[in-house]
């Protein structure tokens, strides 16, 4: 089974920029899926953005494209989420997760759709 782990959280001001970073441990098979989700307080889990591996499809949440960028580091095993312009709005807890591919990216970004999920890191936007 794949497993992750989250790293790259922090404080920052509004328009600033944080990248994320999601190290993969990869289980037998070379396909899987990665996602990144966020939850803020008092609110549903929210899906950001997903790549499949190994073809690099990905989708992102309408509401933050051209804000936040996934993106994928071969020699790493590491997945990054590069997020631009942030504001009050984004603070929130983001998580990593991973599973097979069972469908297109755009399909799998839904909470349900995994089960291996990383402990998450904190991202606080404030002015």
């Known amino acids: 089974q794949v497993q992750v782990a989250e790293s790259g959280g922090g404080l920052v001001q509004p328009g600033g920029s944080l990248r994320l970073s999601c190290i993969v441990s990869r289980g037998p098979y070379g396909y899987y899926t990665i996602a990144w989700f966020r939850q803020a307080p008092g609110k549903e889990r929210e899906c950001i953005s997903v790549?499949?591996?190994?073809?690099?499809?990905?989708y992102i949440n309408p509401s933050l494209k051209g804000r936040f960028t996934i993106s994928r580091d071969t020699t790493k095993d590491t997945i990054y989420l590069q997020m631009n312009d942030l504001k009050p709005e984004d603070t929130a807890k983001y998580s990593c997760?991973?599973?097979?591919?069972?469908?297109?990216?755009?399909?799998?970004?839904?909470?349900?759709?995994?089960?291996?999920w990383g402990q998450g890191t904190q991202v606080t936007v404030f002015s």
């Open positions: 790549i499949i591996i190994p073809h690099n499809t990905t």
């Open positions: 997760a991973a599973d097979a591919p069972y469908g297109t990216p755009q399909e799998m970004c839904k909470e349900g759709e995994f089960h291996s």
